[in-house]
């Protein structure tokens, strides 16, 4: 069985979407289907490294996978990535984000990903480009240019999320092969994540004050144009690869 992981349960329609049969598992996380005969799960992991690691965790002893996909969105850090991008992870590198000091982001556990060229090819065969690259995983949201430029500059990763290297670790623990693939929500430049985004020099405070000014509806309506783009090029390799 091909196990598929994301944060968010927007994240994972696409697929469900393709399968027959679809029930859930044990309190409705985790839910199994068919795809032209052959059994696919799904896993709504949720967001952030340590919840996403325990709820993987807790599906891999109700099920044993061949395989685990994970998908969702992702934050560019190649300024040449641009918005719906999809990047096939090589590599998953935990980051560590303390003090004030951007140019001293420490990297924790580093973790090999399976297929990420096959992904790619199979995005190619859906007439969508993708890249291969690392990924970054970090604790909190990551929505500054300038830090994102920092990160790409020190780690030379393509894009961040919240979960890849810590899922991995868990797959890794486990013995099961784990590949991922995301589409980018975020590109490199963009700054409407910003509010939410971790930067210990500022405080809550200012963060507060910088969302009352830019406006939570403006910001809530660019995340969603942006996720729907981005959505829309996993809906495509999906349809092309379960």
């Not at 996403?52 to 044993?64: C, D, G, S, T």
Request: charged residues 20%.
């Amino acid at each position: 069985m091909l196990l598929v992981v994301a944060a968010l349960e927007e994240e994972l329609k696409a697929g469900m979407r393709l399968c027959c049969g679809l029930e859930s598992v044990s309190g409705g996380r985790l839910r199994r289907g068919t795809r032209d005969g052959r059994a696919v799960g799904f896993l709504r992991a949720g967001v952030g490294p340590e919840k996403a690691a325990r709820n993987l965790a807790a599906a891999l002893e109700k099920v044993r996978p061949e395989r685990i996909l994970v998908v969702g969105y992702a934050g560019a850090l190649d300024p040449g990535l641009e918005l719906g991008s999809l990047v096939a992870a090589t590599r998953a590198i935990e980051l560590t984000l303390d003090g004030t000091d951007w140019n001293r982001v420490r990297a924790g556990g580093a973790f090999e990903l399976d297929d990420a060229h096959a992904l790619v090819s199979a995005a190619a065969a859906a007439g969508i480009g993708a890249t291969a690259g690392t990924v970054l995983t970090s604790p909190h949201v990551l929505g500054n240019p300038a830090h994102k430029e920092i990160l790409f500059r020190s780690f030379h990763a393509s894009i961040v999320d919240m979960e890849t290297a810590a899922l991995a670790r868990v797959a890794a623990c486990a013995g099961v092969r784990l590949g991922c693939i995301r589409a980018v929500s975020d590109e490199a430049r963009d700054t409407f994540l910003q509010p939410f985004a971790f930067d210990p020099s500022s405080g809550v405070g200012a963060r507060v004050k910088t969302l009352l000014h830019t406006g939570m509806a403006h910001t809530w309506r660019q995340w969603k144009e942006h996720a729907a783009v981005a959505g829309t090029s996993l809906e495509r390799f999906l349809d092309r690869y379960l």
